[in-house]
């Protein structure tokens, strides 16, 4: 059925590290891909997304790329700040349900 | 242009008791969508309103829980009688159009604890 995995966290990394979360997803189809970010105390926002192969999204400095040979769509970023810790959520649009599909969700936590 | 917002942002109630969660979606906005966050797992999707209408609620997990929008407006989510299994975090979430690419704003959730 459908699903999404993440790499469980937390993630723990200092100040200016390269930050990847894995995510891949099983899916019907070629769905559009999403991760959202949840900050401490907040709702879900969304952060970027991609809708066919070979797109990447990108925002505030994060990146993914639609990877639909491997049904990846990794998060990734140069230099994590403090301000970065967060929940990030994978997730992909169930074509013909409309509905989202998430994944767990990773704890970042970016220190000093 | 005002948000998806929900109320209440937290609620604590007792075993058995009643709980309404409100969502507002934002203006004009025709889908609205509830997903549960339980104990820290995934977000699950539990109904997805157009207008007034249920399009789809396969993910309610059983009859104690009832959702309306009327009016195609608002929604509300009841829960009676609650268990301790529905403590988690409520998101409510709209958007303008249907299809593959469309973006779902999320309000910033309820958060429900069973005691």
């Known amino acids: 059925g459908n699903s999404v995995t993440q790499m469980e966290g937390p993630v723990t990394l200092s100040e200016e590290a390269f930050l990847t979360i894995n995510c891949t997803y099983t899916a019907t189809g070629y769905p559009s891909l999403f991760w959202y970010v949840q900050y401490p105390g907040e709702g879900l926002q969304l952060l970027l997304k991609a809708t066919k192969a070979d797109d990447k999204g990108s925002n505030k400095g994060f990146e993914a790329t639609y990877r639909k040979e491997t049904t990846s769509f990794h998060l990734e970023k140069g230099s994590v700040q403090v301000s970065d810790s967060a929940v990030y959520f994978c997730?992909?649009?169930?074509?013909?349900?409309?509905?989202?599909?998430f994944g767990a969700g990773t704890r970042l936590a970016v220190h000093p | 242009e005002a948000g998806v917002t929900q109320f209440p942002s937290h609620s604590v109630i007792e075993k058995g008791q009643t709980v309404t969660l409100r969502c507002d979606p934002i203006s004009g906005h025709d889908n609205l969508y509830w997903y549960r966050r339980v104990m820290g797992k995934e977000i699950k999707f539990l109904l997805h309103?157009?207008?007034?209408?249920?399009?789809?609620e396969s993910g309610m997990p059983n009859n104690r829980f009832l959702a309306e929008r009327t009016g195609g407006t608002y929604s509300t989510l009841k829960v009676q009688p609650a268990e301790l299994e529905d403590s988690g975090v409520y998101f409510c979430a709209s958007s303008s159009e249907r299809g593959g690419s469309e973006t779902q704003y999320f309000g910033p959730g309820t958060r429900l604890l069973v005691l």
């Open positions: 997730a992909f649009f169930s074509g013909g349900y409309n509905k989202l599909i």
């Open positions: 309103f157009v207008k007034e209408s249920k399009q789809d």
